[in-house]
C-alpha cells in the first residue's frame, strides 16, 4: 500500500498567486486532515473531514479551501497566497479513534 | 491553541541511556499518541494510550497516563543514534480531531 501520498513535495509560489495541494489515501480511512508545521509551533491543524462531502474548520483556516468529493482525495486550496503561508503542509488519514498515517509532507514558500 | 505541551523542548543524551519528556493536556480526552518526526519526513506513530490505561509498552517505549493530572509521559530506553528526532504528543479529544503539541527534540551521542 502506498498509504498516504502527498503532491508536489516542494513548492514556490509568488504572492497573490493560488494553487492546489494534492492529498491521496488508499487505505479508505474515513478521516482525514490537513495541517501546517511551523519552527517551533508542532503542527496546527487547518481542515478536516469525516467523510467524503463533510469538512469542517480545524484551528487555522483561513486562506485555505478544502472539499472531500471521494474517500480517497482531500485537496488543499490556497486561494491567494501570502508570506505568512509559507510552511511545511502534511496531509493525515486514520480511521476513527486511531493512529494517524501522514504523507511525507509538501514545503511551501511564498515569496 | 494546542491541547499539549512538551517538556522539555530539547533533550541531549548519551547513547545507551533513557530519554524521558513529559506532556501535558488541558481538557478531557478520549487516548493521547506519541509520534517521531525525523528531520524534514512525516510524522510516524509511536503508541497510542487510551483515558482507562496508565501505562503501556512497546518495544523500548514505555507511555503511562495520568488522567487525574492531565499528562503522560514517554520513555525511551537504551537510547541509540537512531532515536535521534522530534517527537509529538497528540491529544485525541472530539470529533477525531488530533491535537499536537510543539515538540521534544532529542538528539542521541554517539
Known amino acids: 500500500n502506498a498509504g498516504v501520498t502527498q503532491t508536489p513535495k516542494f513548492q514556490v509560489l509568488k504572492t497573490g498567486q493560488s494553487m492546489t495541494l494534492q492529498c491521496a489515501q488508499d487505505m479508505n480511512h474515513e478521516y482525514m486532515s490537513w495541517y501546517r508545521q511551523d519552527p517551533g509551533m508542532g503542527l496546527r491543524l487547518i481542515h478536516y473531514s469525516v467523510g467524503a462531502g463533510i469538512t469542517d474548520q480545524g484551528e487555522v483556516p483561513n486562506g485555505y479551501n478544502v472539499s472531500r468529493s471521494t474517500t480517497e482525495d482531500f485537496p488543499l486550496r490556497l486561494l491567494s497566497a501570502a508570506p505568512s503561508q509559507t510552511s511545511v503542509y502534511f496531509c493525515?488519514?486514520?480511521?476513527?479513534?486511531?493512529?494517524?498515517?501522514f504523507g511525507q509532507g509538501t514545503r511551501l514558500t511564498v515569496v | 491553541s494546542q491541547q499539549g505541551e512538551e517538556d522539555p523542548q530539547a533533550l541531549s543524551i548519551q547513547e545507551g541511556e533513557n530519554a524521558t519528556m513529559n506532556c501535558s493536556y488541558k481538557?478531557?480526552?478520549?487516548?493521547l499518541q506519541w509520534y517521531r518526526q525525523n528531520s524534514g519526513r512525516g510524522l510516524v506513530h509511536l503508541i497510542l494510550i487510551r483515558s482507562n490505561e496508565r501505562e503501556k509498552h512497546s518495544g523500548r517505549l514505555r507511555v503511562t497516563l495520568d488522567t487525574s493530572k492531565k499528562s503522560s509521559s514517554l520513555l525511551i530506553t537504551a537510547s541509540r543514534a537512531a532515536d535521534t528526532a522530534s517527537y509529538f504528543c497528540a491529544t485525541d479529544a472530539k470529533a477525531y480531531k488530533l491535537s499536537f503539541g510543539a515538540g521534544t527534540t532529542v538528539t542521541v551521542r554517539a
Open positions: 481538557t478531557s480526552i478520549n487516548n
Open positions: 493525515a488519514s486514520r480511521s476513527g479513534a486511531t493512529e494517524a498515517f
